[in-house]
């Protein structure tokens, strides 16, 4: 204790801010830790988290390791009901964990609606809103389908999807086609335009993407990315340079396998004018890794952040099938004219999956483009991603920032140190308006809540303590009610 | 009448910052009461109290900021919560200027600061705990500025620092000063060869800046929580401090200042003062001066008298110097006592104390008991008696302000003067009273602008006896040097102009204080 009066003071002050402020007004070497309360979780699961911290750990570096080393190809297109497991013709997908037509919010409504006149299940939009009430439609989450889906993510059984294989550990992941913006079938609009537009990707877009890819065999999406942070991208709001490098990855294969020229040159120019097309290739490339990585034992590593527009939900790797619920925010935005935070649907979208992944909100310091949404300065972007490697377990071994000499984004959600500091998830995001059949009204940021981690992590403590209390018995977490079977929707 | 409530998920503020903006909104036209705290369930308990408790807020967690104002009209109330806003985003502007990143956490403090050796945790009670052990397990010192701690935690924490030997300072450790450094609530005070460690916050300021004044400086002033001399934390940090201090070899005198430890704690104060080699003078608030001369330190009563013992073994004085210098002043405030006791009306009789520093409290009740035998407290010193209700003075009454009934939702009144305005006024009404006695806490962290909040009420509180034919007489004391912040020269000429009789010492005005009640009701 007494070497301590030897030597120079340096000190960590936690707490009131003017103690902080005299120390280094006395010339003394003072640090402020911006601390806030932890998140709520018991005394019991605090000390069960604590006595297990090494097997998490470890769990943890094996999950995510599993993440780093996996290798996202673009493998084809097809037809979602040939490819999507479980689906069948009644079948409507969408985003976030599990939800009722009754619990919906309005853009998830209009997009379900838009998805039964595109089938051709309902005629006009009232028949679309009796059918969906009726129970007649099955409803089931995306992600529990090796799929996502951006904003609303309705995928019905004749859309056609990108097929994404994970090399590494054979798994494959599905998303739509991009629409583009405006009034597109994601943000809940379902006029006959959105319809139209629906129609012409599958007819004209889909067989042309599906003939190049053929031909050039598959294209590496993790290469894309890694190429695209270093163009200014962060791959979940903006994708203008990774759209531009998968646009040269397939336009002479498009040109030359197209049976029209007239019709390739729709099928470039749609790409091009959509900023946005590689968004559903960075998403279904992030789901691909992340999958790889779930049912990791004893992991607290997050495989999927989701919200349906009610509900925002967490999966870990180490909790099985379960979805851990909280109500979704309100993003912080930038709104378009006309519209403001009045205007706004909570959090909804799939595309969560790409800051899961170490991509969008956690890597956007790469992205100086876009830091009015964060605040305007390349400051305010390197603060966001600097804060997010708190709770990560990684940093990315091919994802890379610039503008932090090269070091890998922050990759793997760790969710007891979210629980820990208190440090929630930096989410990039688009803007819904909360009635249906609108669409897009602004971008922006939103922070996940606390709700879902601090549910998951007690989950996972109370696994942990049942482990402990019952030695050499085998856990058999499959045989609890409550959950459902991998790939099968309820 | 509006009442009107917002919450926001997640936002955390300190709650000195709260108490700041609430403060600010109390003071908006229109605005009746208005709060802003996290949303804790005591803190709703409180909201609840005062009227501000929401529907919404139900389902608020502590991470989550609660603002309330009641308003005579929906538009005051709604500009109030507007300027509450604008309130918190100045104070995270200033925030902004800083270089680099905040850390959020421990680790990421670490590594913007390598070789960080301290940690002052002054979080909320409940979570100061979990804070300090990881900084232990860190290999840090800590001083734990945050009460509210358990009582198992604190001893927890202290057997592993102690086995590491690493400093636990507190909980409840208002202040200290290391290698210079002034931490939480410290004064700016000379370095030099007397080592203190205090077991009593504001005693630590009182001696520290004594010392100081004195023209002896301070080496290290270590403090411990006043509940580490207790029976169940056993003296743990109070002794490591003690041995550290005697080992210290820029220690030449070393000062203990405590209430009484317990009898175990005495026992191993003793056994470490064996062949101590250095002068140690002692003051165990309240105790006799035998059981601390059995001990083979100094005894000392107060803590002026500690503090000037101390400083006189550091300077090469004769303790006798500095006893007899003491009994001198003494004579001469009986003789000031005699010719104010003059100008009292009749009925005049009762001192009432009115104290932000808690150890100040207790050492005017230890001084008064020679001059009185009946007095109550809110932290009574025997044989004095329980204040039944601490907010209503009863005969001779002294009172702790900073005690849990004072400040709950509320700033320390060391910060925020407004309790112990109200009741300078409540006293003065009273035609009973002839003595205020008041304590003025300079230093860091303290009230930055004490004199010109504290002299209008005692103006106030003179002219409101005035006007009822009674003189009011207020002695009070200014701890704090001449280094601090506020400077103590400075607050003592405004004191001085606003009628006050000031004395150098908590002791010296607590003399003044029974020397004039004793000559009052005869």
């Known amino acids: ?490 | 009448m509006v009442i009107k409530g917002t919450l926001s998920k997640g936002k955390y503020y300190d709650s000195v910052t709260l108490m700041a903006v609430a403060r600010k909104l109390s003071a908006c036209e229109g605005v009746l009461d208005a709060a802003a705290v996290m949303g804790t369930d005591s803190n709703k308990a409180i909201l609840k109290a005062s009227g501000l408790l929401s529907g919404r807020f139900a389902a608020s967690s502590d991470a989550d900021l609660l603002i309330a104002v009641k308003a005579s009209t929906e538009a005051l109330a709604s500009t109030a919560m507007a300027r509450a806003e604008e309130l918190l985003k100045a104070g995270k502007k200033k925030d902004a200027g800083g270089k680099g990143v905040r850390p959020r956490s421990l680790e990421a403090a670490l590594e913007s600061l390598p070789g960080a050796n301290m940690a002052v945790i002054s979080v909320a009670g409940k979570y100061a705990a979990d804070e300090a052990m990881a900084c232990l397990r860190r290999g840090l010192h800590v001083m734990i500025f945050s009460d509210n701690v358990p009582l198992e935690r604190e001893v927890e924490l202290k057997r592993f620092g102690a086995a590491r030997g690493l400093m636990v300072m507190g909980p409840d450790c208002g202040t200290a000063i290391i290698n210079g450094a002034p931490l939480a609530f410290a004064n700016v005070v000379r370095r030099g060869d007397i080592g203190v460690v205090s077991a009593a916050g504001t005693g630590l300021q009182e001696v520290a800046c004594a010392v100081s004044n004195a023209g002896a400086g301070i080496s290290q002033a270590l403090g411990t929580g006043g509940r580490d001399v207790k029976k169940d934390v056993g003296g743990i940090m109070f002794l490591q401090g003690l041995k550290a201090l005697l080992q210290d070899s820029r220690t030449k005198v070393v000062l203990l200042v405590s209430k009484p430890p317990h009898p175990d704690v005495v026992a191993k104060i003793g056994r470490a003062l064996r062949g101590a080699g250095k002068p140690v003078v002692a003051v165990f608030m309240g105790a006799e001066p035998e059981l601390v001369a059995s001990l083979g330190a100094f005894p000392a009563v107060t803590l002026e008298e500690a503090a000037l013992l101390a400083a006189g073994l550091s300077l090469g004085e004769k303790p006798g110097a500095v006893l007899g210098g003491l009994l001198r002043r003494q004579d001469e405030l009986a003789k000031t006592a005699e010719r104010l006791a003059a100008g009292f009306a009749k009925g005049q009789r009762y001192c009432r104390g009115l104290f932000c520093g808690g150890t100040f409290c207790a050492e005017a009740q230890v001084v008064f008991r020679r001059y009185a035998s009946r007095a109550r407290s809110n932290a009574p010193v025997a044989p004095f008696l329980d204040l039944r209700d601490s907010w209503k003075s009863v005969g001779h009454s002294f009172v702790d302000l900073g005690a849990d009934e004072f400040t709950q939702g509320r700033p320390h009144p060391m910060i925020d003067y407004s309790v112990r305005n109200r009741r300078i006024l409540q006293e003065a009404a009273d035609p009973e009273v002839a003595v205020l006695q008041l304590d003025v806490v300079l230093g860091h962290g303290s009230n930055p602008t004490p004199a010109s909040d504290l002299a209008p009420a005692i103006r106030d509180g003179v002219a409101l006896a005035k006007k009822a034919g009674r003189h009011l007489a207020v002695v009070a004391t200014v701890t704090g040097t001449d280094l601090d912040p506020q400077n103590k020269a400075g607050v003592e000429a405004a004191l001085r102009k606003a009628g006050v009789l000031l004395q150098p010492s908590n002791a010296s005005a607590s003399v003044l204080a029974g020397e004039i009640v004793r000559r009052l009701g005869r």
């Open chain 1, 1 to 490: 204790m007494k070497t301590i009066f030897q030597s120079e003071l340096k000190v960590v002050n936690i707490g009131l801010e003017s103690f902080q402020q005299a120390l280094a007004a006395s010339g003394c070497q003072a640090v402020q830790l911006d601390w806030r309360p932890p998140l709520a979780l018991s005394e019991k699961d605090r000390r069960t988290l604590a006595l297990h911290r090494g097997a998490i750990d470890k769990a943890n570096k094996k999950a995510v390791d599993i993440v780093l080393n996996g290798k996202p190809f673009l493998v084809g297109l097809e037809k979602a009901v040939d490819v999507l497991p479980g689906m069948r013709k009644n079948s409507v997908f969408h985003a976030g964990p599990p939800i009722g037509w009754e619990r919906m919010c309005g853009p998830m409504r209009g997009a379900v609606i838009g998805a039964l006149l595109y089938e051709g299940l309902a005629r006009t939009p009232e028949e679309a809103e009796g059918l969906a009430s009726s129970g007649a439609v099955a409803f089931s989450p995306c992600h529990e389908h090796g799929a996502v889906g951006p904003m609303a993510g309705v995928i019905s059984p004749s859309m056609p999807v990108y097929v994404v294989k994970n090399e590494e550990h054979g798994n494959h992941a599905y998303c739509t086609l991009n629409e583009g913006l405006g009034k597109v079938l994601r943000y809940g609009a379902y006029g006959p335009e959105v319809i139209e537009r629906l129609r012409w990707m599958a007819e004209v877009l889909y067989p042309a993407l599906a003939r190049a890819v053929a031909k050039v065999g598959r294209v590496d999406l993790k290469n894309i990315i890694a190429q695209a942070l270093n163009m200014g991208d962060e791959v979940h709001n903006r994708n203008r340079a990774a759209t531009s490098l998968f646009y040269r990855a397939l336009a002479p294969a498009i040109v030359r396998t197209c049976p029209q020229p007239e019709r390739a040159a729709q099928v470039l120019e749609f790409i091009n004018s959509n900023d946005h097309s590689f968004l559903n290739l960075s998403m279904p490339a992030s789901k691909a890794c992340l999958d790889a990585a779930r049912g990791v034992k004893d992991s607290s590593l997050v495989v999927a952040m989701a919200r349906n527009g009610t509900d925002f939900g967490v999966r870990l790797a180490g909790t099985g099938d379960r979805w851990f619920t909280g109500p979704a925010p309100v993003p912080d935005a930038l709104f378009f004219p006309g519209f403001t935070k009045e205007d706004a649907n909570p959090d909804i979208g799939d595309s969560a999956i790409t800051e899961t992944n170490g991509l969008g909100g956690f890597a956007i310091a790469a992205s100086p483009a876009i830091v009015q949404f964060v605040g305007g300065t390349s400051k305010d972007a390197l603060d966001y991603t600097l804060q997010m490697y708190e709770i990560s377990a990684a940093e990315n071994n091919v994802y890379r920032i610039p503008s932090l000499d090269f070091r890998g984004t922050p990759t793997g959600i760790d969710a007891v140190k979210v629980v820990e500091k208190g440090i929630l998830p930096f989410i990039d995001t688009g803007v819904a308006h909360k009635k249906p059949g609108i669409g897009q009204v602004g971008a922006g940021v939103v922070s996940a809540p606390a709700e879902p981690f601090e549910r998951a992590v007690a989950a996972l403590a109370r696994s942990l303590d049942r482990a402990t209390r019952r030695p050499g018995r085998q856990r058999r977490p499959e045989g609890r009610p409550g959950r459902r079977p991998l790939g099968r929707g309820r």
